[in-house]
């Protein structure tokens, strides 16, 4: 998913500029850590599922835009990074529980 969503935005004619100032970006949610472990999980989740920029490289195709489908495909590629270095969904217990086990010592 990763090296589609990479290809995508080549494709798609975006700057390696915009990629590396974006790439990121969806990691800003953990700041909803502040509020609490459960408040944290429920941003930061918004952020780390499909369906955002999914909706929103549909709706980039439809009224052609290629921002909107460089910013999806950049999102999708931050998402699937995560989910490759066993950075999944986060659980309201804390940010080091997640659907696809514990990050750090005893994973």
Known sequence: MLA???AAYVLADGSWQLFVLLILAPDLAMLGYLAGPAAG???YNAFHI???PVILLFVGFWADNPIAIQV???WIAHIAMDRALGYGLKL???FSDTHLGRIGKGR
Do not use: E, H, S
Request: glycine letters at 6%.
């Open 4 to 6: 589609a969503a990479v």
């Open 41 to 43: 999980a429920i941003l």
């Open 72 to 74: 999806a495909a950049i």
């Open 92 to 94: 309201p217990t804390g």
């Open 50 to 52: 499909l369906v955002w």
